[in-house]
């Protein structure tokens, strides 16, 4: 039995504490924001996000950011992205040394173009900073379905360690070494799962999707591999597993906002109607830049962010896609 801190009471912070819970573990569940402790504290449930999925009664609910940082095993980071770094920030004065922390949430700063461990790294020196992602919707978890994810980590005990805390007969955890090839997977997908709920508000088909997919995760194989990402870990669970879950399910905020600009709304229309945090938004644009930096052709990267952020119509970004320059599929392989 191990002592866990989550910091970030959304969906995803709160289908893992629960996930934990019933692995026996002793879980406390940290929220800034007062009306979410209130609900979580009066009700047992997220109401507005995991209806219906009672907590287990021995989670404990606080705004106490000091007490859920002290006497821990593990602190697992689930705040949205845009607020990881000033959560890491405010907890690092209540941090032991070497703390073993273990990031869940999903992004790229766009004013670093750093991943969310390097934020928390920055943040925290003294930490020992690991990473869980792979295909897993809050929803599917927080009731018991079948999921199975990776935790990057720089050594193999705390890798291990993670695994045995996180994992049960329904929830599948491996391990590996390549944590920047899992962050810019999990990260990068938001952006592709944008363009893929685009392409089914215009009312494309399953041609699309697929071709989509299979050619968002070259874009984020070849970005990943230019950045010391290993090429393995995109044929993976947190590469073309996350992108394809991301891409297809209605659970997925990105997908969803994606399909509402897709019917004509404004960024801004379809994030305020999604009511949670669109990590791809926040991610387009260091993606793009990422892409600039190293060099690497990233057209559906490009095309999301001029559709985002220069008012491009969705038609013609579509357009743009499928009359670039004819090449060939991998310019690698030759003819004899």
């Not at 609900?39 to 999925?53: A, F, I, N, Q, T």
Request: charge should be negative.
């Amino acid at each position: 039995m191990s002592n866990v801190s989550f910091l970030g009471a959304g969906s995803w912070g709160t289908a893992l504490a629960i996930l934990l819970a019933k692995n026996g573990h002793n879980v406390t569940l940290w929220s800034a924001v007062e009306a979410e402790i209130k609900m979580l504290s009066e009700y047992r449930e997220h109401k507005d996000r995991l209806p219906g999925v009672k907590l287990p009664d021995k989670i404990v609910v606080t705004n106490d950011l000091e007490k859920s940082c002290k006497g821990f095993d593990l602190i697992v980071f689930s705040v949205a992205s845009p607020y990881v770094r000033n959560t890491a920030r405010k907890a690092a004065v209540f941090m032991p040394e070497g703390q073993r922390i273990v990031n869940v949430a999903k992004g790229i700063e766009e004013s670093t173009l750093k991943t969310l461990r390097d934020i928390i790294c920055d943040e925290i020196p003294s930490a020992d900073v690991s990473v869980l992602s792979g295909p897993s919707h809050a929803e599917e978890v927080s009731v018991d379905m079948p999921t199975t994810v990776v935790v990057g980590a720089e050594n193999e005990a705390s890798a291990a360690f993670i695994q045995e805390i996180f994992m049960n007969g329904n929830f599948r955890v491996y391990t590996s070494p390549d944590i920047i090839g899992i962050e810019l997977g999990g990260s990068i997908k938001n952006v592709i799962a944008l363009a893929a709920g685009v392409c089914d508000g215009l009312g494309f088909g399953d041609n699309t999707k697929a071709a989509l997919i299979t050619r968002g995760i070259a874009e984020i194989e070849r970005l990943g591999v230019a950045m010391g990402g290993s090429k393995e870990t995109f044929g993976g669970l947190s590469g073309i597993g996350d992108l394809i879950v991301t891409c297809t399910s209605h659970h997925s905020r990105n997908h969803n906002a994606g399909y509402l600009i897709g019917k004509g709304k404004t960024m801004k229309e379809a994030m305020d109607e999604v009511n949670q945090v669109v990590e791809g938004v926040y991610s387009a644009k260091a993606a793009y830049c990422l892409a600039k930096k190293y060099n690497v052709s990233m057209p559906i990267v490009e095309q999301v962010n001029k559709v985002l952020f220069e008012n491009v119509p969705a038609t013609e970004a579509i357009k743009n896609l499928l009359t670039r320059d004819r090449c060939n599929e991998y310019p690698g392989l030759g003819w004899s």
